[in-house]
């Protein structure tokens, strides 16, 4: 009897640590194009929707391409000066944890050639199959650590509820 409550309730722990938990997407500029001359990335930004917490990745060839972030005027000019940050990796991933519109061009001149990209970062979305989540929706940001205190709340009363029985059963 014990063994099985316990179970059901590290079932239900991680169900409810799994609607908790908002999973961050890593959004690949260019898909499989990647970061090169001569693609529209407004085209590629205007297919996704980007979330607090979501990475955006840049795959190129590190010897001839690189990034910047810059503002909307180092966009529009392709102008690097004043620069909010740079990689040269090849393979960068960029950590979007800010609700704001972020800019990020090449820096060698290609971004005359198209190699700009500009995106708009939503709040997280509240998880609507989640009662519990909803009820936080008012939360900027962080739902993910609003939810959980709510989600440990809801545990303990299941945890009593589930003792009770448990014990309930043991008297009989
Ligand atoms: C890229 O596509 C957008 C949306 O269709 C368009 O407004 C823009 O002019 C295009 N940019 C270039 C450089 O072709
Ligand atoms: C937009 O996304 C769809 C589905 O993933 C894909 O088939 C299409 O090629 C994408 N279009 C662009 C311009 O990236
Ligand atoms: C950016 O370019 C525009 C014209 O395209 C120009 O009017 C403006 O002065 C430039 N800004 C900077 C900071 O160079
Ligand atoms: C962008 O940064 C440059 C250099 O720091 C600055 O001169 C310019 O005013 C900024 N533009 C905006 C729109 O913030
Ligand atoms: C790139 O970023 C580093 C810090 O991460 C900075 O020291 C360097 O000056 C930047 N390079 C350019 C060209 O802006
Ligand atoms: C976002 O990430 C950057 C570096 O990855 C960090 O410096 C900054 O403090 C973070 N901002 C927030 C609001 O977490
Ligand atoms: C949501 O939050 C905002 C600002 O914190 C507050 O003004 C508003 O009343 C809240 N709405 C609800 C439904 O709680």
């Given at each position: 009897?014990?063994?099985?409550?316990?179970?059901?309730?590290?079932?239900?722990?991680?169900?409810?640590?799994?609607?908790?938990?908002?999973?961050?997407?890593?959004?690949?500029?260019?898909?499989?194009?990647?970061?090169?001359?001569?693609?529209?990335?407004?085209?590629?930004?205007?297919?996704?929707?980007f979330y607090v917490g979501d990475?955006?990745?840049?795959?190129?060839?590190?010897?001839?391409?690189?990034?910047?972030?810059?503002?909307?005027?180092?966009?529009?000019?392709?102008?690097?000066?004043?620069?909010?940050?740079?990689?040269?990796?090849?393979?960068?991933?960029?950590?979007l944890n800010k609700t704001q519109r972020y800019?990020?061009?090449?820096?060698?001149?290609?971004?005359?050639?198209?190699?700009?990209?500009?995106v708009l970062v939503h709040p997280l979305p509240?998880?609507?199959?989640?009662?519990?989540?909803?009820?936080?929706?008012?939360?900027t940001g962080a739902a993910?650590?609003?939810?959980?205190?709510?989600?440990?709340?809801?545990?303990?009363?299941?945890?009593?509820?589930?003792?009770?029985?448990?014990?309930?059963?043991?008297?009989?």
């Amino acid at each position: 009897m014990l063994s099985s409550t316990t179970n059901l309730l590290l079932r239900v722990c991680s169900v409810l640590l799994v609607l908790g938990t908002v999973a961050a997407t890593d959004h690949i500029v260019g898909a499989n194009k990647g970061w090169n001359p001569g693609i529209n990335y407004t085209l590629w930004a205007n297919n996704h929707t980007f979330y607090v917490g979501d990475l955006i990745s840049f795959r190129y060839q590190k010897t001839q391409y690189n990034v910047f972030e810059v503002n909307q005027t180092g966009y529009d000019n392709c102008t690097t000066e004043g620069a909010l940050g740079n990689w040269s990796s090849g393979k960068d991933f960029i950590l979007l944890n800010k609700t704001q519109r972020y800019y990020f061009i090449c820096g060698n001149g290609q971004c005359f050639n198209g190699m700009k990209v500009s995106v708009l970062v939503h709040p997280l979305p509240s998880p609507t199959a989640s009662p519990v989540a909803h009820s936080a929706s008012n939360s900027t940001g962080a739902a993910g650590l609003v939810v959980l205190p709510r989600g440990v709340t809801g545990l303990r009363a299941l945890a009593v509820a589930l003792a009770s029985i448990w014990l309930g059963y043991g008297w009989i």
